[in-house]
């Protein structure tokens, strides 16, 4: 399976560098994912859910708005918050309240209250 | 020849002033490591901002789009205001930290006024802010205290009201001026262009541009959003670059001032010593030329 590179910088510093298989990103005009080989994109960010499959394994990073660039098997988000949500049971729960306190932050927007229900289920659910 | 006493004064008051040095220099390299971390986190965000900015900015200016996306790209043939910010220390005891950027600044306002171009300066940093004061200087604003705890958002509260002006046709060009960090013992003078965007100096990626899919469609919110992000995030960098350099000068100034220190008291005791021993000889020669006039 052709892997691509994904990056996940913020003003503190990189969340996330690894090769991935795919990535659902919340873009602007609605969530899309990308695979590799796709066509060179910039695209606006909404808070959300960026969903990565790796090649074992899932994760899910919680940010506030920001940019992406896709180009050449590269795919790079710029974002002003986020938290990455992985690590043990304990560390998760942790992790979700970070993220939930991030999606506070932001202002009312329909996506921000959609990305909190989101993590509202993910936190019953453990 | 000095007397016993003042030199003794003299050196003691020497030593003082060096254990202060010292502290000082201490003081500033903690502070420095600390800020020398913060620019490296923010660098990697600055740098991949920029690339990405370049990038749809040469594809902008290669397709000739008209409107607000241009006008953040492409100079103006006549230039009528500029603004220069320039960023200085809130306190002094830097070495040349200051006085260089001041320098800088005096350069730049020397070219534009040549060409008939309104200047508007906008110090940051009391240091700046002083020294134009002091020569009848006009300054369109200050601020204190941001140049040391530089925040994203005191800086996106300084810069969003220039970009407004820019972009309401008020000026025309804005520059920023600083002392940058490129190491332990070495700082530079960084002079950058930051509307109209200078796409020249910018990572030429002229590849696989023409299919730049852009989204949401009307590039002029993404760009817009993308540029202020680009704008505020410099204004910030600078602010965190400037202050590591200034600790960085500190640090060597105040090396300096300790060096000098320790030599001056080495010197002095010198002295002292002279004297001590002089005055020795001059009470022996009394006695003896006593004993010798009582034969």
Redesign the interface.
Known sequence: MELMKL?I??????IYDADIKQVTLP???GEFGVLPQH??????LESGLIEIEAEKSKLSVVIDSG?V?V??NKV?C?VDGAVALDGADNDISHALDEAQKLMKSVENSNAAIATAKKLDNMKSSI | MANLKDIKRKISSVSNTQKTTRAMKLVSTAKLKRTEELAKQSKVYANKLTEMLSEIAQNIQSSNIEGLSSKFCNEQEDIKVVDIIFITADKGLCGGFNSQTIKRVKQLIETYKAKGTKIRLRAVGRKGIDYFKFNGVELTSEEIGVSSAPTYDKAKDFISSLVEDYVNGSTDKLILVHNGYVNMITQEIREDNLLPIDTSSMVDSTKSLSDLEIEPEDDDSLLETLITKYVEYSMYYALIDSLAAEHSSRMQAMDAATNNAKEMVADLNVEYNKARQQAITTELIEIISGVESMK
Do not use: H, Q
């Open positions: 990056e910088i913020t003003p503190t510093g990189v873009g602007k005009d066509a060179s994109l910039v695209s606006l940019y660039k180009s050449e790079v710029l």
